[in-house]
């Protein structure tokens, strides 16, 4: 397919050389990305230049629109030609579950860089499959990275130094939700998210996901065995158009279909240390939109972060005294704090579609330095063990299940 415009090159630095991003799916995930890609050039100094080179969908009309509403070059159809084409360094994958083992593998044997969305895969072995690729490829100096954007929120970045730097010290709790509830109504269509041959999973693929890879992160270790319920609380669903995004409501085409996965999903959890956990997600909780919430207890103190207040971290000292000890507000829009000496002045908020800027920008970072990012595959592997294991654990009504570090 033709080159609609010249490529959004991503903000000046036109010395430095190019980085070709290439990009499959372009829907809700794939606008988040764009703006990350067209963004990041513009606000961080960065070593290569992000060039939006082209990107991929199946509908060709469609992806031609994208196309040019978020910048991007070319489109293609195929992603199979959009990994052949020279101009593409890294290819950002943006697609359901299903697809993400086949093109990533394909990518990083093509010599490419791959950021691939979560869950990483919809199975362990998948997930397997892709890491044993990612850990090959990085021998060739390719570098692999998941999209687990929440922890690209100065906020939780700021959250994980401050455990790093042992003010909680030893930790004993971690208590996290990740709630909406676009799914309340039972004439909401049987869309890929609800099918388990593409998305994997449900609240747990997609919310428990999240939850699980920025608990981990922000306690610094890993989960180590889970007791969980889930549940499908409408079982049966209206049969949507044949091309619908995930979250959008469409033309139903009659008859009804049955819903494969979990509309939420709830487990307690052991941390490596002996520190316990509780997760919740669903897409059931009414009001609730777009909801995670995390807190942290050590034995001297506590944080608790909530998305809807993303500019915020709250804190408690335990070490103060008592008379005047209690949770306090950080407000986290200091130059100081992470990220944002590129953004604006102390208390000007930032919001979702900035933790795909950073997200770019750390991966450009350590493509350019050679270092491996974080999270890298190994990361998005871990996590599909704990949710493969929080599916077992249901199956058997809740029996706790050991999950291999
Ligand atoms: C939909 O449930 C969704 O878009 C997730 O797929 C994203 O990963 C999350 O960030 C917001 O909600």
């Known amino acids: 397919m033709g080159q609609p415009h010249e490529p959004d090159e991503a903000g000046t630095g036109s010395g430095k050389p190019a980085l070709g991003v290439g990009m499959v799916g372009y829907a809700f995930m794939g606008a988040a990305h764009s703006q990350g890609w067209r963004t990041v050039g513009r606000v961080f100094d960065l070593p290569r230049r992000p060039v939006l080179a082209a990107v991929c969908g199946r509908d060709e009309q469609a992806v031609r ?121 039972p004439q909401f269509p049987l869309t890929w998210r609800l099918r388990k041959e593409y998305a994997g999973s449900g609240a747990l693929g997609d919310l428990g996901a999240h939850i699980v890879d920025l608990a981990q992160y922000l306690a610094g270790e890993p989960l180590v065995g889970v007791s969980a319920l889930t549940e499908t609380f409408v079982r049966q669903r209206p049969l949507p158009a044949a091309a619908s995004s995930g979250l959008a409501a469409v033309t139903e085409t009659g008859g009804v279909g049955t819903v494969t996965v979990d509309d939420a999903a709830l487990f307690t959890a052991r941390f490596a240390s002996g520190a316990l956990a509780s997760f919740e997600a669903s897409r059931f909780a009414t009001g609730r939109k777009n909801s995670l919430r995390i807190e942290l207890n050590g034995e001297h103190g506590s944080l608790a972060f909530d998305l809807e207040r993303l500019n915020e971290l709250s804190y408690h000292d335990h070490t103060e005294p008592g008379t005047h000890a209690g949770f306090r507000r950080i407000l986290v829009t200091e130059p100081e704090h992470p990220y944002l000496d590129a953004w604006w002045p102390p208390g000007h908020g930032l919001g979702y579609e900035h933790t795909f800027v950073h997200q770019a920008r750390d991966l450009v970072h350590a493509i350019a330095a050679g270092r491996p990012p974080a999270p890298s595959f190994a990361d998005g592997l871990q996590v599909q063990r704990v949710l493969a294991a929080v599916e077992e654990s249901a199956e058997k009504n809740s029996v706790y299940t050991p999950i291999a570090v």
Not at 108 to 125: D, F, I, S, W
Request: proline letters at 2%.
């Open 65 to 185: 629109a994208m196309a040019d509403r978020h910048g991007w070059a070319a489109a293609e159809t195929d992603w199979r030609a959009l990994i052949a084409r020279d101009d593409v360094d890294l290819v950002d994958i943006c697609t359901p579950g299903d697809s993400h083992a086949e093109i990533a593998v394909a990518a990083l044997a093509a010599g490419k860089h791959v950021l691939c969305e979560k869950p990483l895969a919809n199975t362990v072995e998948e997930a397997e499959t892709m890491a044993a690729a990612a850990a090959e490829a990085r021998e060739r100096g390719q570098m692999s990275m998941v999209g687990f954007n929440y922890r690209r929120v100065p906020a939780t970045s700021l959250a994980r130094s401050m455990v790093a730097e042992g003010r909680l010290g030893t930790l004993r709790h971690v208590r996290v939700t990740y709630l909406q509830d676009w799914l309340v109504d």
